[in-house]
């Protein structure tokens, strides 16, 4: 995809205004957490106000962190984080690109207003934590976060936060795209040692779909086995079903009834493009996905505190939410959550869209057997020039989703292991012999995306990516590299998944006191 920066991202623009801003906030933050001497912070901050100034006087409005000028996703005109004609569309529901290689995702970093993972970042975790940063993270899976810097300033001065993720239930078989928030959770829950809350969003796809209210919930069940099956320590985690939750937490409905005064129909319809003929519950269900974002929805682990810094790992489709409530933390006197946002998991026909539950031949299901998970087949990368055009377009389904399912679940299990391979968008070319002379692209090649996000070796992946470029492996040796990565994968999370009885959902998901003490 061509790359042209735009116009706006010049010298003293109120793009290159915006992000000097948020960075000379980011030093006058940092100053203070190290406590500076006074005048170094004043200085500091002086410099902030008259930029903030120079800002208004550019583009006529305020500065608000995490809404650059140019995508004001949150003001009372609102405004889509659509996209002109030809741009990647992301939303919560909808994830779509024309481009074979997937999302621009620092195009979108710029149009979200959040900021890239880098290096440095990078390298900052790994010293607070003492851990080697997980490959998610080494491999820009996770790229993109809001406030992190805050969580680590928090973490190495020993003040508590928190983690929160959650899952839309909306079929009982989840697929292995679903698990990379989960994954990558645990992951930090193990690293930082701290407690976790999972939101079952079963209200939501009630709301959504075509879902009885007992259904969403019996999903919402059978997916909290999965989601154990990640390995998330029953003494530091909490799952809750809304469905369950709300009722019994005034803790918890008393945000969300916050949250639903400080936010407008004008606004939810700026950020999520709600129409007058959507359902109120639609319309108000924001509001729930907000709340545990701010730790007395959660008496029973924070006590009374609401001061305790919250971290959500998610995929970026799932931002939007998270905008809204950063901008309403403040008025109601919370702290804004902290986000770290990750890529999608690319569809088995092509980076064009998400892996999506609701087209069986793009997923590869965590019920799927190892046979299966082999005969999922691809079609081939076409000649040079038409690169992705010929490709199968997925379809541009309602809801693609990383955190999105539909259909029945026992039925696609049997079809779409058989997927990798009769499916998976190939960078190779059409014979052998082409495929020796010109090699395999791994821009394109879904299977060898799927290594990065699987595959631990990065010295291993790193001759794939040379072997199959220069034409040295073949489409199908890559394949059987993938197969070999995930089958162990799906077997050993699926005899994790059997260990996982009633009786331990249960513990999880009742209201309970972790092993943190909060005074
Ligand atoms: N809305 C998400 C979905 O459809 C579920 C969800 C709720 C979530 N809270 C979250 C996802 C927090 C990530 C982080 O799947």
């Not at 933050?29 to 500076?36: I, V, Y």
């Not at 024309?98 to 195009?107: L, M």
């Not at 907000?290 to 029973?300: H, I, L, T």
């Not at 998970?373 to 055009?389: D, F, L, N, Q």
């Amino acid at each position: 995809m061509a790359d042209v920066p735009n116009g706006e991202q010049g010298c003293g623009s109120p793009l290159e205004l915006f992000k000097n801003i948020a960075a000379q906030g980011e030093l006058v933050r940092a100053l203070k957490a190290r406590n500076a001497a006074k005048n170094e912070i004043d200085s500091a901050v002086e410099m902030l106000l008259s930029l903030k100034m120079s800002y208004k006087a550019a583009t006529g409005e305020d500065y608000k962190a995490d809404y650059p000028p140019r995508d004001p996703a949150l003001g009372s005109d609102g405004g889509l984080d659509a996209t002109e004609a030809g741009e990647d569309f992301v939303d919560p529901w909808t994830v779509q690109t024309s481009s074979a290689k997937g999302i621009d995702y620092d195009k979108l970093i710029v149009r979200f207003g959040s900021s890239k993972i880098d290096k440095e970042l990078i390298n900052r975790i790994e010293r607070a934590t003492g851990q080697r940063p997980h490959r998610f993270l080494r491999r820009g899976i996770f790229f993109s976060h809001r406030d992190m810097h805050q969580i680590l300033d928090a973490y190495e001065n020993k003040k508590p936060f928190y983690l929160y993720t959650g899952r839309g239930p909306s079929s009982e078989a989840m697929h292995v795209g679903h698990l990379i928030p989960f994954i990558f959770t645990k992951w930090l829950q193990d690293v930082f040692n701290v407690p976790l809350v999972i939101q079952m969003t079963d209200d939501e796809k009630y709301l959504w779909k075509d879902l009885t209210l007992d259904q969403a919930y019996g999903y919402a069940v059978e997916n909290a086995k999965d989601i154990i099956a990640c390995g998330f320590d029953i003494k530091k985690t909490f799952i809750f079903s809304d469905l369950d939750y709300m009722g019994m937490s005034p803790g918890f409905y008393k945000n969300v009834v916050k949250i639903q005064k400080h936010v407008t129909f004008n606004q939810v319809k700026g950020i999520f493009g709600f129409t007058d003929s959507d359902c109120i519950g639609k319309i108000s269900f924001p509001a729930i996905q907000a709340a545990p974002s701010f730790s007395n929805s959660f008496p029973q682990i924070f006590r009374d505190r609401t001061d305790v810094q919250c971290l959500i790992p998610c995929a970026i489709d799932q931002d939007p939410y998270f905008r809204m409530t950063r901008d309403v933390a403040p008025r109601i006197g919370y702290p804004k959550p902290a986000l770290l946002h990750s890529t999608f998991f690319p569809a088995l026909q092509g980076a064009q869209t998400k892996m999506s539950a609701s087209d069986p031949n793009s997923s590869i299901f965590l019920t799927d057997t190892a046979k299966q998970i082999k005969t999922k087949r691809a079609p081939r990368w076409p000649v040079p020039g038409s690169v992705g055009r010929s490709s199968p377009r997925p379809p541009p389904t309602a809801r693609a989703g990383l955190h999105a399912q539909g259909g029945g679940p026992t039925s696609m299990c049997v079809l779409s292991l058989a997927q990798v391979n009769k499916h998976a968008f190939s960078g190779g070319r059409d014979t052998t012999e082409e495929h020796r002379q010109f090699g395999g692209n791994c821009d394109v090649d879904v299977s060898f995306m799927y290594l990065t996000f699987f595959l631990e070796d990065d010295d291993r992946l790193e001759q794939i990516r040379k072997d199959y470029t220069s034409g040295a492996m073949l489409t199908g040796e890559l394949k059987k590299e993938l197969i070999e990565v995930l089958q162990p994968l799906i077997a050993e999370h699926q005899a994790r998944r059997k260990e996982v009885t009633d009786e331990i959902v249960k513990e999880f998901m009742t209201p309970r006191k972790l092993s943190y003490d909060f005074e």
